[in-house]
């Protein structure tokens, strides 16, 4: 509880903050409570308020009043991350960016769309194939996520081995800082090197440099010819031998490649009975291969041919096409059931790692032999975007404890360092991968994010805690 003159400093906050953004949207008492900030475990909001602000100018008019009260602030957009980036303590405020929503302009030439950072994932795609175009970045949640969010932590998803990171979407983006400055970079040309690339301060920092609230968004030509397929694999060796031969023989076409280890794919299949197996449950790996054309004819006949290829090589030993929406979802369903992992695993603990594909079979056979040591009725459960060195590991030991998860955590964090690998592929750092943080990167980059995070924070408002120890700062 607050003491009595820390409650009045925040009521005095809270009635300026309303005078800006207005009565309604200040939002306190149950009605933060009722909110959850973490979508796999629910646990709600604990903060002092909730403040709702419709635009950059009244956000940046509250991050000046927090800023001179000192008052910390944590952002909240769609809450689907899975590293507590959401988490916000009970003397902390939440800035929540739901009213920003707005698809602002569309150039169709240019090829670009400016939206506010508060909007869907998946209401942009549907505002970009609306005009003939398409937005790349593409992810289970996409219709909770919002832009913001997937800016903030530089989200990777399905698509990324064809094209990229989030980071390769934004060509430009307007955010406040935390004394209420307001950076606009709103460029909308591929090439700009007028100076830095400030952008790129703000993509992946997680909210702790600045708040995102408008971007300009790259979009992408129209691939109307999608060819999917689920293959099974006699062999990791096989496995990896199949994504460059699919790379060669698709060329620039080749859109996903989605690794399961059989763990995963029985799982889902065969022991929950969630989805019908599609093909047999008995090979080590299994991959969700997807190809994006523009001609319907030629790219069925390409995808084909690969496919063959693969067999004659013996890359795989099975395989099923999709031959309409409906299979290819059902296809992706079984590679996206997260609800199902966790009914099926809970208590669960989730890993996003990334490391050389080379590496992969050998760490991953490491973590099982290690969980199963310590805890003979655990199990490790592995999938993955293979084409771009990303792997989730969802661990179950039976107990789900703050201990527990910290000595599960050294069995899939501490081998990564010596392979090369990084603690966080897509999800970010926030909370949960802090203390691992310098495993995958060097004294002196550390030393480089704490000078950026005392340049552009020195009070240490935006996201404290997360990303950077406070030691660190």
């Keep these: 509880m607050p003491d009595k003159e820390s409650q009045q400093r925040m009521d005095a906050l809270l009635k300026e903050i309303a005078a800006i953004v207005g009565d309604t949207h200040v939002l ?7 909110r959850a900030v973490d979508w796999m475990t629910g646990a709600p909001c604990q903060a002092a308020a909730i403040v709702r602000p419709a635009g950059t100018p009244q956000l940046a008019a509250v991050m000046r009043a927090c800023h001179a009260a000192r008052q910390p602030v ?3 957009g769609g809450l689907t991350g899975l590293v507590h980036g959401a988490e916000a303590a009970d003397h902390e405020l939440v800035i929540s960016l739901e009213r920003m929503t707005d698809i602002e302009a569309l150039d ?48 990777g998803g399905i698509r990324v081995i064809r094209y990229g990171m989030m980071r390769q979407q934004v060509l430009g983006l307007e955010a406040v800082l935390a004394d209420g400055s307001v950076v606009s970079s709103m460029n909308h040309m591929l090439k700009n090197n007028a100076g830095y690339d400030l952008k790129q301060l703000f993509i992946g920092s997680e909210g702790t440099l600045g708040i995102v609230t408008r971007a300009v968004l790259r979009l992408q030509p129209p691939t109307p010819a999608v060819q999917t397929a689920l293959v099974a694999c006699p062999s990791f060796s096989a496995l990896s031998a199949l994504l460059g031969h699919l790379g060669r023989s698709l060329g620039g076409s080749l859109a996903a490649f989605e690794a399961m280890w059989q763990s995963h794919y029985r799982l889902l299949t065969v022991e929950s009975q969630r989805h019908p197996p599609p ?22 006949v390409l995808f084909s041919q690969a496919l063959e290829g693969a067999l004659e090589q013996e890359l795989i030993s099975d395989a099923v096409l999709a031959q309409s929406d409906s299979q290819r979802h059902g296809l992706w369903a079984i590679r996206e059931d997260i609800e199902g992992l966790i009914k099926t695993l809970s208590p669960l603990f989730t890993f996003d ?14 973590v099982e032999a290690a969980i199963r040591r310590d805890w003979p009725e655990g199990r490790a459960v592995t999938f993955g975007h293979l084409g771009d060195g990303n792997l989730h590991l969802s661990v179950s030991v039976g107990s789900g404890g703050a201990e527990v998860r910290r000595a599960v955590e050294q069995h899939v964090y501490l081998p990564l360092a010596e392979l090369g690998g990084s603690v966080s592929a897509e999800h970010g750092i926030g909370l949960e991968k802090r203390d691992y943080l310098p495993l995958s990167r060097t004294p002196e980059e550390l030393v480089l994010m704490r000078t950026l995070k005392q340049a552009l924070d020195p009070l240490g408002l935006l996201n404290r805690h997360k990303v950077l120890t406070d030691a660190s700062r």
Excluded: K, W
């Design 353 to 366: 790692v990334s490391l050389p594909i080379a590496e992969m079979e050998d760490y991953v056979d490491r």
């Design 279 to 300: 093909l047999a449950p008995d090979a080590p790996f299994y991959a969700i291969v997807e190809s994006l054309g523009s001609d319907p004819d030629s790219h069925t």
């Design 108 to 155: 169709p030439v240019g090829a670009t769309l400016t939206v506010q950072a508060g909007a869907p994932l998946q209401r942009v795609q549907e505002a970009a194939e609306a005009a003939g175009l398409q937005f790349a970045l593409d992810l289970g949640a996409r219709g909770s996520c919002t832009i913001g969010g997937n800016i903030a932590t530089n989200a």
């Design 28 to 34: 306190t008492g149950e009605a933060v409570s009722a």
């Design 74 to 76: 944590v952002t909240h």
